[in-house]
């Protein structure tokens, strides 16, 4: 079965950092891009970053970039995002998402078909 | 950057009806629009990429349609379990952003 799982949403102060961790399974992850994307309470879908295949390419939201990191361990088939400077906005549901199309390209639309369950963090004082 | 418009925010049906979504860019994208379904507690679904193309395991009453500026989401005859927030989705290079979202409700 074709799956990813989150794990590491915590509370955290303002301020703080956090390490979201995915486990991928069922699928070659070494030749797919991946993504986090995040949920606020009743509210619509945020992507925050991707990493290509390689880890060579990465890319994140004006809202993240600075402060969170996208990694990844082919040989551990798991995704990362680190979050540093944590502000109470950061606060959702995270997901950690798939992207349909072998390999890389700059210039695909990067359709998301599989996604996991998602992991909470929320940033409070 | 290349702004998005998702148009109704909310909408009620009945069963059997047919239901248009629709996303408008603000410069042209080409194709590259993908589709999503997300049902109340759960993870989103994709629906439809490239504009048009049905993701395996999605039912035949969706489809999808537009081009460049003006993309469609259609639902042919809706369903009971159609009942979800619906959410368009492109790319500009390797930034990606969502629709605001269409939730669907059944009269």
């Known amino acids: 079965e074709v799956q990813v799982v989150e794990s590491g949403g915590a509370v955290v102060q303002p301020g703080g950092s956090l390490r979201l961790s995915c486990a991928a399974s069922g699928f070659s992850f070494d030749d797919y891009t991946m993504h986090w994307v995040r949920q606020t309470a009743g509210a619509g879908l945020e992507w925050v970053s991707l990493?290509?295949?390689?880890?060579?390419?990465?890319s994140y939201a004006g809202s993240v970039r600075g402060r969170f990191t996208i990694s990844r361990d082919n040989s551990k088939n798991s995704l990362y995002l680190d979050m540093n400077s944590l502000r109470i906005e950061d606060s959702g549901f995270y997901y950690c998402?798939?992207?349909?199309?072998?390999?890389?390209?700059?210039?695909?639309?990067?359709?998301?078909?599989?996604w996991g369950q998602g992991t909470t963090v929320t940033v409070s004082s | 950057d290349i702004e998005v418009t998702q148009s109704p925010s909310s909408l009620s049906a009945s069963r059997g009806d047919r239901v248009t979504i629709t996303c408008r860019t603000s410069?042209?994208?080409?194709?590259?629009l993908n589709w999503y379904q997300q049902k109340p507690g759960k993870a989103p679904n994709l629906l439809i990429y490239g504009a048009s193309n049905l993701q395996s395991g999605v039912p035949s009453r969706f489809s999808g349609s537009g081009s460049r500026t003006e993309f469609t989401l259609i639902i042919t005859s809706l369903q009971p379990e159609d009942v979800a927030t619906y959410y368009c989705?492109?790319?500009?290079?390797?930034?990606?952003?969502f629709g605001q979202g269409t939730r669907l409700e059944i009269k």
């Open positions: 990493i290509s295949w390689d880890g060579a390419v990465s």
């Open positions: 998402v798939k992207d349909r199309q072998f390999g890389f390209a700059s210039g695909y639309s990067h359709p998301m078909d599989v």
């Open positions: 410069q042209s994208i080409g194709s590259d």
């Open positions: 989705q492109y790319s500009d290079n390797t930034l990606i952003t």
